[in-house]
């Protein structure tokens, strides 16, 4: 009995032990998911679908496709050199560019912070206004939501990092997919939506499907997502040898990405497009699904968005720590007392909106300029560090390779333009 027993458990603990060691081999590009996915992109395509229904579907199709390329192409770079982007920028390009990045992210992150806090706030006190009789006020939800990111990080492992928004992107995942299920637009408006086109904008509506687009783009093809991609493939210790499964962790990435964003797309599609009813903000889905598909699927979608929210919080308060210490080449040890207090005043930023009642989506628009300045100048470097021969020997690009970076770089300069634009012209009205 004992010997059956101890092979029963044998046999679960080498399940458990290829479980494990299976998702550890995702983990660096679900971390990259759950930064990626949050308030921001949620907003994006909800807006894109209540809008234009599915028709702006290709450039989600688009985004993920660059996204994936770059990804790769910065992995393979440090696969080859063992060099993370910000160590390769300062040491082959000049200290200043590494400063940059260090400084434009910081500032954007700092807005993402303050803005992502802040819709999650709003949003749960949406929705716990069908529970309680004049909701619960958004400062508790904002404090909560802090400590429960801070006490992650305060753990100080990048794996209980990773493992802990591996938990939180999978809830993510699964109430964006199920209000796929519950609130999809017909599948021929679906396959119609891969199809690239310009919709039809009403005459005195306000509405750019240019500037859409730039919003679509800017939130998938994120400058952020790159330079981390490099110091989760060193921390993982990833060499050539590794190359395929760096390939296929950012397949799986992209892959969840793409389909997350197509459902959010589809859900705002399927209820508020087909009803005529726009969107100015992720906290209105909440109000406005409950009508319309019930309360069930608006509490779902309300944890999709804090979920998203919550996910990319995480990365966000870790992104300064961890430029400074790519940048310097130094140890990446999130138990030191400076990194603890850094990100101990980053977090706090989360509670600005709700204390001084700042508007959220202005701030999270601001704060997206940044993402928008640096997109070409992300691009146009590893441009030139992957066709060095000194850097990379036989892994230099191809002519294909180099062909698609060109287009990349020539739409990012376009989409720069329009972003920069229009948070300009918002700012001054």
């Known amino acids: 009995m004992t010997e059956a027993n101890n092979a029963d458990g044998a046999g679960k603990d080498t399940f458990r032990g290829k479980f494990a060691r299976g998702l550890a081999l995702f983990l660096p590009g679900i971390f990259l998911l759950g930064f990626n996915m949050g308030t921001g992109s949620v907003t994006a395509m909800a807006k894109a679908g209540a809008e234009y229904g599915m028709s702006l579907l290709w450039t989600i199709v688009a985004s993920c496709l660059c996204t994936y390329f770059l990804i790769n192409l910065y992995g393979r770079y440090t696969l080859v050199t063992g060099e993370a982007a910000l160590q390769a920028f300062k040491k082959h390009i000049h200290p200043g560019i590494g400063i940059f990045f260090i400084v434009a992210l910081t500032f954007g992150i700092a807005g993402s912070v303050m803005g992502v806090m802040g819709i999650i706030a709003e949003i749960c006190y949406e929705w716990s206004k069908t529970v309680v009789d004049g909701g619960i006020s958004p400062i508790y939800f904002a404090a909560i939501f802090v400590a429960l990111v801070y006490f992650i990080f305060w753990n100080g492992k990048t794996q209980f990092f990773e493992r802990s928004l591996a938990v939180i992107v999978a809830v993510m995942s699964a109430s964006f997919l199920i209000n796929f299920f519950l609130m999809m637009p017909p599948p021929i408006d679906i396959i119609k939506g ?236």
Do not use: H
């Open 194 to 429: 891969m199809i690239p086109s310009l919709p039809q904008v009403s005459a005195g509506s306000g509405g750019s499907s240019p500037l859409v687009i730039a919003s679509m783009v800017g939130t998938t093809v994120f400058s952020g997502l790159f330079i981390i991609r490099t110091t989760l493939v060193k921390e993982a210790g990833w060499t050539l040898k590794d190359e395929k499964t760096q390939r296929n962790d950012a397949i799986v990435s992209v892959g969840l990405m793409l389909v997350i964003s197509a459902a959010v797309m589809a859900s705002a599609a399927g209820t508020l497009f087909a009803e005529g009813i726009g969107l100015s903000n992720a906290s209105q889905m909440i109000t406005l699904l409950e009508p319309l598909a019930g309360p069930l699927a608006a509490s779902i979608f309300a944890v999709g968005i804090v979920s998203a929210g919550v996910s990319s919080q995480f990365p966000n308060i870790l992104m300064l720590p961890w430029l400074l210490c790519d940048y310097t080449g130094s140890k990446r040890d999130m138990t030191l007392p400076k990194y603890r207090v850094m990100v101990f005043l980053i977090s706090l930023l989360g509670l600005v909106v709700p204390i001084f009642e700042a508007r959220p989506v202005l701030v999270m628009i601001v704060s997206q300029a940044f993402g928008a300045a640096m997109l070409p100048v992300t691009v146009a470097c590893i441009f030139y560090l992957s066709n060095r021969k000194d850097l990379m020997g036989n892994y230099r690009n191809t002519l294909t390779s180099n062909i698609i970076l060109a287009a990349i770089l020539a739409f990012s300069l376009f989409t720069s333009f329009i972003g920069v634009k229009g948070v300009w012209k918002l700012l001054l009205t």
